[in-house]
Structures are given as structure tokens and as C-alpha cells.
């Protein structure tokens, strides 16, 4: 077991209004597999993402990451735990404009410990042609690969993908989610996406769909559907 | 309150920290005017009032002996208004400790009329009694250094006769508003003062009954005083006449002059570094708001708010910062106005000086910052109202980005990328990288020249009282008298070393060029007073022909190997040819120097001796000093170190101060521009940054790659600012240039480390206070939202 949410809850206090975004959720995340978090918005699923990304801390509950309590780390154990064991993919890409995509994927595997080389990350995207362009000089869809080379290339042990076809065209957000599936396959990374798109369902190992703060449901896929099936 | 004057209440607090730093440098730049323009304004005002008063004199000029008699023929000279006659000394004071000399200047007063030129002011007591003989007043400044009052006494070696006299009353004039002991560039308070005595009483003592050795007068307004002067020295030729000179040359007048001057220069130069700084600032900051607030510009816009009263809301920014700052720069200002005209009532004594500020001062500083403000604001503000509203509605397309000339060199590839991220981001905005390094390299600048005024000056000193004069002792003699006066120096015990000196007022002609000069004679192989250039070399003392000092040199248009036609201005009135050895490139002072028997020869008749430079032991100092109190033939003595000491005193105090104001300009300006740089940056990319968070960059790494354009920008601002104040010192020196003395363009390490080390202090202040930000980004909303 990679990770071990149990009991997870998260109130924001909104003025005098206490909302409740988690209702003692328990979670599980095995080793390589692809879980897709499925809900509409509002029903918790990014502040899950946050919490086992270590981006925020549950009211109340424990999450393990293998032997450690997310819970009991600090400000600095968070951002080590991000740096050494998580990979993000954001919905709007978030690359840095002045660095190319090869400098991009550069950034982050220059302060990992046991990356691999940003032209073979980009080679895994199939952008290998793209090495030196700029963000600005790419399209959605290749932008949003660049950012998965980013996400992977620092051989991530959990790879967090926060509605990355979002911002994108239906045949653009199927090429990337081809990129995700492979990227799975071939590293083996445990990989988590958020959805509001019922139709990407199919693409994951299992399905765990939420609704008002809690798990409504979760089943496992006997089979993965082929991205080729996909269609929204 | 309208809903758009509420938002904009609301932001201006939101980018208080932003705007009180443009506030602060603006509320410099006034401050600087109002201070420095309104203590100009003050000191003239004062000076124009009391030269009135007094009816300060056009022309002055010293006689050996001449009858009063010539007074009149003087005073019917075309372009001659006035005319006074009067006896003035030196001599030595009989303080009552005995640590250094001191000195006194004596100066008649008519009995029982007031001067007709050059009165004084008196400040307390009593006028001098019509026929009293050992009554004086003394000069505000020595009476206060001393604690001296109305009804204490003095006592004055007069022609070699000690007297006592009693202090009736506290005076001053405009003569010696600024005063210094003679040999001296400093005020020594403690050691020299000016004392007014009955013209009979005086005359008397120095054997000028019916006589006088000092004229002074007023020329006609419109009258060429240089035609006057040339009358007079004509006329006064025959009675040991020593040179009339003008106004322009007084000490006093001279000092307090080129003081006025620098004051009208720097309050405006200063301001309008300072207002274009703040322009610079606006001009970021607005501009970086507005592109934030396309959207909420279209929104103003399609609701149907004039593109007038859209620019007028942003224009508001501009005026909030500029108002607050223009505001506390009038209050601070005139609250240091105070300060400042007293630091200068400490060197020039001047009566109904107060610091008094103009309206118009005020209402043209309120429009200086008024034209700051909008300069500044107009590009921004000009783009938000040009916004169309639905083309508002989109967001700014991405920025892009291509590696800029200084990468492609071959550093980029050196470089990891969040090198070349720094760089980029530099190299995509060059001309505001740019103007932010000249912003922070004028900072630096004015700590270079402000401290390179201080290692000038101790340079000066330095090689004034270290290297050239190197006795303990100066002696001046009541008048030449022979050599041998050498010999009853010498057997004085704790004296180690004599070495005479004569000097005579002389003339040097070259052409139709002239210059008079007081032409000095040192003992051949001097070791006491040497000849020094000011980058340090010794020119020996001529064996034959003289060496002139080079702003000499200059204005006679020769050089060694020329010679020059030098005519004596006392005793036989001779005149020779005289060759030129050598040009000596000196600080301080213009003039010209051979040894004394090659001088003597010049003056004719008995060779004699003008004064001594001694060498004492230290130990028997105070007995020297008593034995020479002894001597008739003494008039004055003086000690070198004691100027030093006293001019050292002086100068840390004003140093601590100075140096103060500096740092504090400087930092306004560095915080500045620093901390906005560093805020629009962090606006500009905070999303960026938020996400390498996410994606584990801890803060101190996010934190360089935002601060590290700063950084860049300031480390290249240091070297730029040090040759920029190199440069401003160098113009400085051109246009300070003066007779009395050269300032040498010399920058110590220590001035160019503690302008570039306080440059760095500011950007880490800086830095520290946009990190905390960085300590803040919202990481969770870089998740979701789009800029």
C-alpha cells in the first residue's frame, strides 16, 4: 500500500458558515495503479487531492504515506514529501513562460535525486521535436504534455493530475490522456486523476466517484478501456 | 462615498506597502527642496539684510602706512561712493591655558562716529567709550567658545607689549561672518577672535597716528570695480600699497558665497533625481495594476463609466502616493530647515537668521510632485483608458519569451535554469532592468560622492599638516627682521629645530598677464615646510627661480623654463627677471615659492626674515611658548596640530550627521526600487512560483528565483554606481574649483565598499520583506484558476 487515508475530514470556516468539504473519507492507494476520482464540483474531490498531495492538512484523520503521517509533518516536511515522492499535473499546465520545454522539464530534475534525462521524459510525450520551444510557441495540448514530462521525470512514486484535460478540446484531451495511460504502463507510477468527466471513468484501475464530502461509490474495473473508446 | 472612490480606498491600502515607498522617495526629493532651497533662500535673505545694515564694502585693501589725508583724495576717484579708513593687527592672545596659541584680528573703530563702512553689530554691552584705551568688543564666536561676557578681560601681546583689556561688549560683522585664523581654512573659535578697539587707542600702538593701514570702500553701482581697484593700487603704490581686491575675494564673503552656491545647485539637482526616480516607480507599479485589472476596467467600461473617469480613478494612485509624499517632504522639510540653518549658524555668525519658508517655495514644490506624479502615472493610465471593453474581457496573452543576446553568447548553456529564468525575465524587459540598475546606481552614486567629499577633505589635511607643514610651531614676526633672529630661537630650550621664512607681496608679470602673489622665501633644503604637489611629490626649494603653484602657472600662461617679470611690492619696489623651475600641482592656496637668499636679492637691502617654523619638543612646548610670549618681535604663533585637532573635531561631528543624511537618501531610493521591483515580480509570476512550490521547491529556492533579478539588477548597479559617483565627484571638483583651495579627486576603498555595502543591506531589507510574500502564495489556487 502506497498511502492510507482513514477518517479524513476538512471544515473551512467560511465567516460564520462551517463547510464541510471531507466527511471521514478513507482512502487507498496501491502501487502502479491508476485511480480516477470522479465528482461534480463541490463534492470534495480536489480537496482530497490536496490533502494526499500535501498541499493541506485534514481537520480531522490520518493519512500514511507508506510509514510516514502526512499529518504530523511540517511547512518543510510537506515540501520535501511533494519534492522527492509526488508529481503534479495542473489543469492549466502552469509551465514557466521564459524557459523552454526541455528547461522546463530541466527545473524540476535538477533538484530531484534520481531523475531522468528531461529529453527522455519529453521522448515518453512524444515531443522530442519540441525540445526548445516556449511555452507560448506550443499548442494546449502540447503544453499540457510538456507538463506531464515535468510531472514524471523525477520518477515520482504518485502522480497527481488535477482535471488535466480541463482546458482542453475533446481530441486533444484523448492524446493526453493516451500520454497519461502510457506514462502508467511504462514507469509503473501510481497515478491519481480528478474528473468531473464521467467518460474518463473507464481509463483507471478503479473508479471512486464523490459527492457532498463523502465516497458515494467505488468499483474496480475488470478492464481499462482503451482511450480510443473514450468519447465526451 | 461613490463605489469607485471606495475601490479605490480599498487598494491603495492593499498596495500601501508599494505606494509609502514611492511616498517616501517623493517626500525626499521635497524635502531636499524645501530644506535646502528654503535654508538657500534664508541665508541670503539674511546676508543681502545684513550687508545693508553694516553697508559692507566693494573693495578692500592694506597699506604699510598711509595718511588719512589720502582717504579723501581716494574717495574723489570716479566711481568711488564711500570711503573708510581704519587699523587692523594681528596679534597674539594670552589664553589662559596654554595648550596652543591663540590669536586675535584687531580692528578700529572711529571714536564717537559709526564706521561708514563696515559697521558692526552689536550684540551685547556697551559701545566702546569715545576715548577709552583698554576697552574692546569681542566677536560673538570667541566669546562663546570661551564663555566670555561683558565685563571679562583679555589679554593681547600688542607691538610686543602685553595689555589687558576689558571686554565691554559682544559684536559681530559681516567681515568675519565666517572666520579663520590666518594659515588657516578652518574656524577655530577656541584659539581666534575678532575684537574692535578705539582707532586712537589702537593707532597708537602701532605707530599709525593720523594714519591708517586699511582702506575700504564702495564703488557706484554700475561702476567697473576692477577700474577702481586699479586706481587705487595706483594711488597707493608709494605707501607700501599691497593689492586692493574686491568683494569677490574676501574670505568670508567668499566662503559664505560658494556655500550659496552649492546650496542652489544640489536643491535642485537632488530633487530631480528623486522625483524621476518616483516617476520610474509610478510608472511600474501602475502599470503592472492595470494589467491586472483588464477585467475590471472592461467591467467599469461596458457599464458605461467614461474612459475620463476610468483614467481619473488610476490617476488617483499617482496622486495618493505623490500627495502623502509631497506632504510629509513640506512638514519634514521645514522641520529640518530649522536644523540645517542652525548647523549653519555654527559657521557663519550671522544676526537674524531664522529659516523662513516661501509660499511660492511650497506651491512649486507641490507642482514639481504634481508633474512627478503624472509623468509617472500617464503610459499606465493611458493603456487602461485606451482598453476597448470587450478586448479588456480577455486575459493578456502569454508573455513570450526567446533567449536575448546576452544568453546566446554561450552563458546561457553555463547556466541551470533557473539561471537562465533570471536572465530571461531581465533580458524580456531590458529597459526597465535597465532603469531600475541607473535608479540603484544613483544611489549608489550619491553615497560615493558624498562620502569622497570627506576622504578629499582628510587628504587635504592629511597632506597639508602631515607632509608639507611639518613644524610645531609658526611664527610670524610684527615685521622683517634680521636672520639672526635664527640664532635666539635656536638656544631656546626645547627647541630642536629653526627654519626661517620670508614672504613679500609681490607682482608677476608674463605679457601683458598679471597676478599678485605673496611671494615666499623658504630656507634652501627646508625640511620643516616643503614644496608637495598633491599626488605627493616634494619639489625641492629652487636654488635660482621659482616654483609656482599650477592654477598660477596657468593663468600667467607659463611654464618651467619661461620666465616671469617679478616686481616687489615693499621696500625698494624692484623688479627682475625670474625664471620659472618648476609648476607644483598643489591644493591649496596660488603661489609662488623660492628660497630665501634668492628672495632676499629680489627685495634688495638687508636680507631679513618674516617669521619661523619651530621644532619643539614636546615636552617643552609650554616653556617655548612662554619664552616667545617674551619676545616683542613675535606677533603671531600658531600650531599646525592644533588646526588639525580642532578641524578633525569639526569634521567627525558633521561626519556622523552627514553620512546619516546620505545612507537615508540612498536607502529611499534602493528600497524603492528594489522592493517594487521585486513586488511586481512577485505579482507578475506569483502563479509561476505558487506551482514550483506545489511541485516541491522549498521556499528559500522560490525565493531566489524571484529576488535573483534583483540581485542581478544591484550587483550590476554597484560598479555602475561607482563610476557614476566617480563621475559626479570629477564635476563636482571642476565646478568647486577656487583659489583658495583644489580638491584632489582622491576615492578611498573604504567609500566605495560603504556605498556598495549599504546598496546591499537595502536590497536584503528589501528582499526579506517580498520573501515573507513568498512564504504566503496561495498554493491551492494555482490548482484551479487561470490568471
Known amino acids: 500500500m502506497l498511502l492510507r487515508a482513514r477518517g479524513v475530514s476538512k471544515v473551512y470556516h467560511m465567516g460564520e458558515v462551517e463547510v464541510h468539504a471531507l466527511r471521514s473519507v478513507d482512502l487507498d492507494l496501491r502501487e502502479s495503479e491508476m485511480i480516477v476520482l470522479l465528482g461534480a464540483s463541490g463534492s470534495g474531490k480536489s480537496t482530497l487531492l490536496n490533502i494526499i498531495g500535501g498541499l493541506d492538512r485534514p481537520t480531522s484523520g490520518t493519512v500514511a504515506y507508506e510509514d510516514v503521517d502526512l499529518t504530523e509533518l511540517d511547512d518543510g516536511g510537506l515540501t520535501e514529501y511533494r519534492r522527492e515522492h509526488i508529481g503534479f499535473v495542473f489543469q492549466f499546465y502552469n509551465l514557466i513562460p521564459s524557459l523552454t520545454a526541455r528547461e522546463n522539464v530541466s527545473l524540476v530534475t535538477e533538484i530531484a535525486r534520481d531523475p531522468m534525462p528531461a529529453e527522455e521524459a519529453l521522448d515518453m510525450v512524444g515531443l522530442s521535436d519540441r525540445l526548445d520551444h516556449f511555452p507560448a510557441q506550443m499548442s494546449g495540448g502540447e503544453q499540457q504534455r510538456v507538463a506531464i514530462a515535468r510531472a514524471v521525470a523525477k520518477r515520482p512514486r504518485l502522480l497527481l493530475c488535477d482535471e488535466p484535460t480541463g482546458a482542453l478540446d475533446v481530441e486533444t484531451g484523448k492524446l493526453v490522456l493516451s500520454v497519461l495511460q502510457e506514462v502508467n504502463d511504462t514507469t509503473r507510477t501510481s497515478t491519481a486523476i480528478i474528473t468531473h468527466n464521467a467518460a474518463i471513468a473507464g481509463m483507471g484501475d478503479r473508479v471512486v466517484r464523490m459527492s457532498s464530502g463523502e465516497i458515494a461509490e467505488e468499483h474496480v474495473n475488470e478492464h481499462r478501456v482503451s482511450i480510443d473508446e473514450i468519447a465526451w | ?787
Do not use: C
Open chain 2, 1 to 787: 462615498m461613490r463605489a469607485i472612490d471606495r475601490k479605490l480606498l480599498r487598494e491603495v491600502w492593499r498596495l500601501k506597502g508599494q505606494l509609502f515607498s514611492i511616498a517616501m522617495v517623493v517626500a525626499t526629493g521635497i524635502m531636499s527642496v524645501v530644506t535646502m532651497r528654503g535654508g538657500y533662500d534664508s541665508l541670503e535673505a539674511a546676508q543681502e539684510a545684513y550687508y545693508a545694515e553694516t553697508r559692507f564694502a566693494d573693495v578692500w585693501v592694506s597699506v604699510k602706512r598711509a595718511p588719512e589725508k589720502l582717504a579723501a583724495e581716494i574717495a574723489g576717484l570716479p566711481g568711488v561712493a564711500e570711503v573708510d579708513t581704519r587699523v587692523t593687527a594681528l596679534a597674539r592672545l594670552d589664553l589662559p591655558d596654554r595648550a596652543a596659541p591663540g590669536m586675535g584680528r584687531f580692528v578700529s573703530l572711529p571714536g564717537g562716529r559709526r564706521p561708514r563702512l563696515n559697521d558692526i553689530r552689536l550684540l551685547r554691552g556697551r559701545p566702546l567709550a569715545p576715548a577709552a584705551r583698554d576697552e574692546v568688543l569681542a566677536s560673538e564666536k570667541f566669546a562663546a567658545a570661551r564663555g566670555l561676557q561683558p565685563g571679562d578681560s583679555v589679554r593681547a601681546v600688542l607691538n610686543g607689549r602685553l595689555r589687558t583689556l576689558e571686554i565691554v561688549g559682544i559684536a559681530n560683522s559681516p567681515e568675519h561672518s565666517y572666520s579663520v585664523p590666518p594659515g588657516s581654512l578652518y574656524p577655530d573659535d577656541e584659539r581666534y577672535g575678532v575684537f574692535w578697539m578705539n582707532r586712537d587707542a589702537l593707532g597708537s600702538v602701532y605707530d599709525l597716528d593720523g594714519a591708517f593701514n586699511e582702506l575700504v570702500l564702495k564703488v557706484v553701482p554700475g561702476h567697473d570695480a576692477e577700474a577702481v581697484i586699479d586706481d587705487v593700487d595706483r594711488m597707493l603704490d608709494a605707501w607700501g600699497g599691497q593689492g586692493a581686491y574686491p568683494r569677490a575675494d574676501q574670505l568670508s564673503h567668499q566662503v559664505l558665497q560658494s556655500e550659496l552656491d552649492q546650496n542652489r545647485v544640489m536643491s535642485t539637482a537632488i530633487p530631480v533625481v528623486f522625483l524621476a526616480v518616483a516617476a520610474f516607480l509610478l510608472h511600474l507599479v501602475l502599470g503592472r495594476m492595470i494589467s491586472t485589472q483588464r477585467t475590471e476596467i472592461a467591467v467599469l467600461k461596458a457599464f458605461g463609466y467614461r474612459t475620463r473617469e476610468v483614467a481619473a480613478h488610476y490617476l488617483a494612485f499617482a496622486t495618493v502616493a505623490v500627495a502623502a509624499g509631497g506632504l510629509m517632504g513640506a512638514v519634514g522639510g521645514a522641520w529640518l530647515g530649522d536644523a540645517y540653518i542652525e548647523l549653519y549658524g555654527d559657521y557663519f555668525s550671522f544676526p537674524d537668521l531664522d529659516f523662513t519658508l516661501r509660499p511660492t517655495l511650497l506651491v512649486i514644490a507641490a507642482a514639481v510632485s504634481g508633474v512627478a506624479a503624472v509623468v509617472g502615472a500617464l503610459g499606465a493610465v493611458r493603456a487602461a483608458a485606451r482598453l476597448p471593453p470587450a478586448e479588456a474581457m480577455r486575459p493578456e496573452p502569454p508573455p513570450t519569451f526567446e533567449p536575448g543576446p546576452l544568453e546566446r553568447t554561450g552563458i546561457g548553456r553555463m547556466l541551470p535554469s533557473a539561471g537562465r529564468m533570471i536572465l530571461r525575465n531581465i533580458e524580456r524587459q531590458p529597459v526597465r532592468a535597465g532603469l531600475s540598475a541607473l535608479g540603484v546606481a544613483f544611489s549608489v552614486a550619491i553615497l560615493v560622492l558624498g562620502l569622497f567629499m570627506y576622504d578629499a577633505v582628510l587628504y587635504m589635511m592629511d597632506l597639508q599638516f602631515r607632509v608639507i607643514q611639518r613644524e610645531d610651531l609658526t611664527l610670524t614676526f610684527q615685521e622683517p627682521v634680521s636672520r639672526s633672529v635664527r640664532h635666539d630661537l635656536s638656544r631656546i630650550e626645547g627647541v630642536t629645530l629653526v627654519e626661517v621664512w620670508r614672504s613679500v607681496p609681490a607682482r608677476l608679470r608674463a605679457a601683458h598677464r598679471e597676478r599678485e602673489v605673496g611671494l615666499q622665501g623658504l630656507a634652501p633644503g627646508s625640511r620643516l615646510r616643503r614644496v608637495v604637489g598633491q599626488e605627493g611629490r616634494e619639489h625641492p626649494i629652487p636654488s635660482q627661480g621659482l616654483v609656482l603653484s599650477s592654477i598660477l602657472a596657468d593663468q600667467l600662461e607659463v611654464s618651467p623654463g619661461d620666465t616671469v617679470r617679478v616686481e616687489v611690492l615693499v621696500g625698494e619696489r624692484r623688479s627682475d627677471w625670474v625664471p620659472i623651475s618648476g609648476v607644483v600641482d598643489d591644493l591649496m592656496g596660488v603661489g609662488a615659492t623660492t628660497s630665501g637668499p634668492v628672495l632676499d636679492l629680489l627685495v634688495g637691502g638687508e636680507r631679513a626674515v618674516s617669521g619661523a617654523y619651530l621644532s619643539v619638543l614636546p615636552s617643552g612646548r609650554a616653556s617655548v611658548e612662554a619664552r616667545l610670549d617674551d619676545m616683542p618681535v613675535v606677533a603671531t604663533v600658531a600650531s599646525p596640530q592644533t588646526m588639525l585637532d580642532s578641524f578633525e573635531e569639526q569634521l567627525g561631528d558633521s561626519l556622523y550627521v552627514g553620512v546619516g543624511f546620505l545612507l537615508g537618501f540612498a536607502g529611499v531610493i534602493s528600497v524603492g526600487i528594489i522592493y517594487n521591483g521585486a513586488r511586481i515580480a512577485l505579482s507578475e509570476r506569483g502563479r509561476e512560483l505558487a506551482s514550483l512550490r506545489v511541485m516541491g521547491f522549498r521556499k528559500r529556492e522560490v525565493s531566489v528565483l524571484l529576488l535573483g533579478e534583483q540581485a542581478l539588477v544591484t550587483a550590476t548597479a554597484i560598479p555602475l554606481g561607482w563610476l557614476l559617483g566617480w563621475a559626479l565627484a570629477f564635476l563636482v571638483i571642476a565646478s568647486l574649483e577656487s583659489e583658495t583651495y583644489r580638491i584632489p579627486l582622491v576615492v578611498s576603498p573604504r567609500t566605495y565598499l560603504i556605498a556598495a555595502g549599504a546598496t546591499v543591506v537595502a536590497a536584503v531589507a528589501s528582499g526579506w520583506i517580498v520573501r515573507r510574500r513568498v512564504n504566503r502564495l496561495d498554493l491551492i489556487a494555482v490548482l484551479k484558476t487561470r490568471e
